[in-house]
């Protein structure tokens, strides 16, 4: 019993930290897609949701609003970041824009720093967090199963968007040919804001179960989840949204594997014996699981 | 009527000076050739009118109203609709998806869906592949699915840039075919074409260009029999056979 309970817990774990890694590493693949871009200020989007649960959650408002207000937070800077940094090199080299990137995110990280503390701060956050619940014999974490159910319903209503509405149509034909899909009648500007709209949602949620498990937001605490997401998204394929979803998930059943099962003495080398994985799986498919099917367009 | 008036059109491509002063007309419900060389302009002119290259001195007049230098989707919207060299559909869209693409900036859905109806019939083969990769097509098809994505936005003029380029000869004729075919649907067409031969047999009038410059325009019967048709198509300075090899994908 003791070993199927185990087990269970695991794939929950597994599940719901894929789920979440998932939904990175489709924040970075869903702006790349367009525009060739590696937002490695992605992370500071998951800082500024951070502090929004920090600054909102002083107030008397409930934990459920203040959430979506910081996940709002989190969609105006993407679209900020689009229009005042992105946009004036949108068709410079893909080593500007992602130097433009760095700058963005240490400048993110300084405004953090200045106006509110160096120092971790703990937002108050809903019990929920630290919550264990018995479902049919099994203990699980309330968190996990929440995280799993959440980032199943974000994956479907994306691919729901990106299937049937023509916004998402457009997203999808921008990846595919950039100069087409304006010439068929569809705004430019429109397009890759809707991409880093949905980027700051992505982060914003992802943001929620983030500060939630480690109970505290400071400046650097976009550095790791922009490491995973672009980790996830390579080893996936960076311009596949599925390989981007493939990636989240592998690294997420990786990462609690090797969480699990790996003897105590060694488990201080988790992350490397990951990377060492990600190696490997890279040099025998250097264009990632999921490759395009078919090249994009160079004109 | 005139549907489109280019008038004293000057492009350059960096220090090129690709389109020369180019005066340029077509009539509602024609069809218009225009031909020439590789590197005589064609495509650039093309561009033009589509607002992807910004002219430096000279006029784009639609339908009256002046749109010289308006971005790409606004003139989409002021009813001129591209078949760009090479296709460009959107590969890993399917046939259906690329469809509604066309209409994107037709608000009305049931519209679009009667015209996805009405462009599946004339084209038979969309039908068959709707829900399919637009990039597992063949190249033939994928012309098709071109054409078809154009007349999703309901234009009143077609540009239509090399559309057999790349093609091989039997599908070079069935394009002909299906843009001589236009005009029944009363669409205006503007063809831009090496094929100098397949576009007379086609065209109401065509514009011989040689070096960014009209070398001569007129009736398809006009241009063979008085204009050193062979010289111009080869090029005065530039002589580069167009590739002959189909390489239909």
Redesign the interface.
Known sequence: MGSISDFVQYLVSSLSVGGLYALMALGLVIVYGISQLVNFAYGELIMVAGYGLLIFGRSWLPWVIVAIMSVICAVIVALGMDQIAFRPVRNASPTTMLITSFAVSTLLQSVALLLISPRPRAPRLPSIFVQSAEIAGIRVKVVDVVALVVSIVALTALQLFLRKTIVGLSLRAAADDFTMTRLVGVNANKVIATAFAISGLLAGIVALFWIGRIGQVLPTVGFQPVLIAFIASVVGGLSSIKGAVLGGYILGFLTIGLQTWLPQDVNAYRDAIMFAIVIVMLLVRPEGLIKPAFSRETR | MTLLYLSQLNVFHGANHAVRDLDLQVEQGEIVGLIGANGAGKSTTMMSI?G?VKPRSGAVVFDGQNITGL???QI??KGIA?V?E?R?I????TVG?NL???A??VSDKSLVAADIERWCDFFPILRERYDR?A?NLSGGQQQMLAVA?ALM?RPRLLLMDEPSLGLAPLLVTEIFKLISEMRALGMTVLLVEQNVRMTLNIADRAYLLNLGRVEFSGTPDQIRSEADIERTYLGGGQVQKPSATPTAS
């Open positions: 589509m992807a971005p790409p989707e989409l919207q591209p760009m090479g460009r959107f590969p890993s869209l998806e509604r693409m066309g994107a900036t990769p990039g994505r936005s």
